[in-house]
Nanobody, 119 residues
Framework: QVQVVESGGGLVQPGGSLRLSCTAS????????IGWFRQAPGKAREDLSC????????FYAGSVKGRFTISRDIARNTVYLQMNNLKSEDTGIYYC????????????WGQGIQVTVSS
C-alpha cells in the first residue's frame, strides 16, 4: 500500500522560510521520482520541484528556482522542500507526489498541506 504524507506547512511572513516534508513508502521501483506541486487559489496545480529517487536529477519551476531546494533522505523515505524568501504568490496547497520521469508522470498523491504567505 502506497502512503504519501506531507507535513510542515503553515503561515509565514513574506521573506520567511518553511521546510516541507514528504514521507513516501510502499511504491515499487517502477516509480523513480518524488516531487512537490502547488495549487494556488483559483489556479491549476503546477509542478514546482521533483527529484529522482537516486538523487541524480532534479527539476525546478522557474518561479521557484533559486529560492526552493529539494532534497531526500533515503533512510527516512523522506523528501524535503526548503522554501526561502517566500512571497505572497507562493500561497497555496502543496502536494507531494510519487511518479516517474521527474514531475511528468505522477501516480500517487498526498492529501495536500496549506502554505500561507502573509503579513
Amino acid at each position: 500500500q502506497v502512503q504519501v504524507v506531507e507535513s510542515g506547512g503553515g503561515l509565514v511572513q513574506p521573506g520567511g522560510s518553511l521546510r516541507l516534508s514528504c514521507t513516501a513508502s510502499g511504491f515499487t521501483s517502477e516509480y523513480d521520482a518524488i516531487g512537490w506541486f502547488r495549487q494556488a487559489p483559483g489556479k491549476a496545480r503546477e509542478d514546482l520541484s521533483c527529484i529522482s529517487t537516486d538523487g541524480k536529477n532534479t527539476f525546478y519551476a522557474g518561479s521557484v528556482k533559486g529560492r526552493f531546494t529539494i532534497s531526500r533522505d533515503i533512510a527516512r523515505n523522506t523528501v524535503y522542500l526548503q522554501m526561502n524568501n517566500l512571497k505572497s504568490e507562493d500561497t497555496g496547497i502543496y502536494y507531494c507526489g510519487v511518479g516517474s520521469i521527474l514531475c511528468s508522470r505522477t501516480e500517487y498523491w498526498g492529501q495536500g498541506i496549506q502554505v500561507t504567505v502573509s503579513s
